[in-house]
């Protein structure tokens, strides 16, 4: 890509890699037809329809038509009423962290599963502890020898599970054991955030009984009431918009400056993110009628750095924008403090960032950014998801060209973020 060129006009927002993850794999407990309409056309969901295929899952995908619908994911189609492998090849396993919750899934619709240990992006330590623990108290026997787990269970019961911190993927686990499970299971200190609602919608109107509304992004409180498997049907689902493209986007301007237009945007889950957004000078507004969201960053003079943030769970800053916003506070004036506390080693772009000029300075869990400094364009590496999108924007800032080599990371999050940058006038191009 060649930078220093503003962003300017409309962009539509695929759909949410976190939301279909797991709705693809709460599909395995139901014996018959699912839909699901705007998946995203990334590398993670071939991953985890490939996972759900070597179970003997039957999974037909259709690309979207965009002359006739304004979604841009695909249609796809899983019928698992011929499901009986409970071995999940290790090749697809270790390349995606997600794949860990099928294991919630396989055990209340099988009794058993034997899966490798998830690999995925390097952001840090990611232990499974919390979903094995949660599913040992559901009932489950689990052996581990080496990277190799081993799950059974003659019957999963209810149980008050009460995990010691908020975990978006154990969370996840513990919902899809739970819903076969033989009694009522409370989930205490349970993620809030907005894909672990869209899951217990999708389980719920295949026939579950989750009760997760009223005070639960206050308490994070969830209550289960197994039902057999038999009482599950399909259902056919739209998978909502993905809120973390649609932060990196607004970023993307922040940095690069414009003004560009999002559509098909959740506008109620960006609130922390616009926040930040307009605390560093944007301008944004809102048109709930048309669920769009716009952001004016063409005042340069304007860009200023906000003194501190930090990540956390759902309703604050999100720990996968962590990445593009050190990109955005390079080009603001003044200093940013970050302080990541989600994930140890998120700051691996940062070396990335300091070889196209930036100033930052890393100490622990604490990023301070200097900003105003120019950025000249390099050949970077992307290490991860995330951390690869946050280069792409830097090189939309850099004067001279920007190449991002190992872009395969940002396949597996972003259904083409080279066309989309493109669309918004930027000189960008995928190579060889």
Request: charged share 20%.
């Amino acid at each position: 890509m060649e930078g220093k060129k503003p962003l300017d006009g409309r962009i539509q927002i695929q759909g949410s890699k976190n939301a279909a993850l797991p709705i693809l794999a709460a599909c395995m407990l139901i014996p018959g037809l699912c839909v699901l309409n705007n998946c995203p056309d990334i590398t993670d969901i071939e991953c985890m329809c490939s996972l759900l295929k070597s179970t003997g899952a039957v999974i037909n995908t259709v690309a979207a038509d965009t002359k006739t619908t304004t979604q841009t994911g695909n249609r796809i189609e899983i019928n698992t009423c011929s499901v009986r492998g409970n071995r999940l090849p290790e090749r697809y396993v270790s390349a995606m962290r997600s794949s860990v919750i099928m294991m919630g899934a396989m055990l209340g619709r099988l009794g058993e599963v034997y899966v490798n240990y998830p690999g995925g992006c390097v952001i840090g330590e990611r232990p499974i502890d919390l979903h094995l623990y949660g599913l040992e108290k559901l009932g489950a026997q689990i052996w581990i020898e080496g990277n190799h787990i081993h799950a059974y269970a003659d019957e999963l019961k209810g149980a008050v599970i009460d995990f010691p911190f908020s975990s978006v993927g154990a969370t996840q686990n513990i919902i899809l054991a739970a819903v076969t499970a033989r009694g009522t299971t409370v989930i205490k200190n349970a993620a809030r955030e907005p894909e672990i609602t869209e899951l217990c919608k999708f389980l719920n109107r295949a026939g579950a009984c989750i009760d997760y509304s009223g005070t639960m992004l206050k308490t994070g409180r969830i209550v289960i009431q197994g039902v057999e498997l038999s009482k599950l049907h399909g259902v056919t689902y739209d998978i909502i918009s993905d809120r973390i493209v649609a932060g990196t986007y607004l970023f993307a301007a922040l940095a690069a400056g414009g003004e560009i237009t999002l559509e098909n945007i959740p506008i109620r889950q960006l609130d922390s993110i616009c926040d930040t957004i307009k605390g560093m000078g944007a301008v944004i507004a809102v048109d709930e009628v048309r669920n769009e969201l716009a952001i004016d960053a063409s005042d340069r003079d304007k860009i200023v750095n906000l003194s501190y943030i930090q990540t956390d769970v759902y309703p604050d800053f999100p720990t996968d924008l962590q990445s593009p916003l050190l990109v955005a506070a390079c080009m603001a004036k003044g200093k940013l403090v970050v302080r990541e506390k989600i994930f140890s080693s998120r700051f691996r772009i940062v070396e990335e960032l300091q070889r196209m000029g930036a100033e930052i300075s890393i100490e622990g869990d604490t990023a301070v950014v200097t900003g105003g400094r120019e950025l000249e364009g390099r050949t970077v590496i992307a290490r991860e998801l995330r951390g690869g999108a946050a280069l792409v924007i830097a090189g939309l800032c850099a004067s001279g060209i920007t190449t991002v080599a190992d872009s395969g990371y940002i396949r597996r999050g972003y259904q083409d973020i080279v066309g989309d940058f493109a669309g918004l006038g930027a000189h960008i191009r995928y190579v060889d």
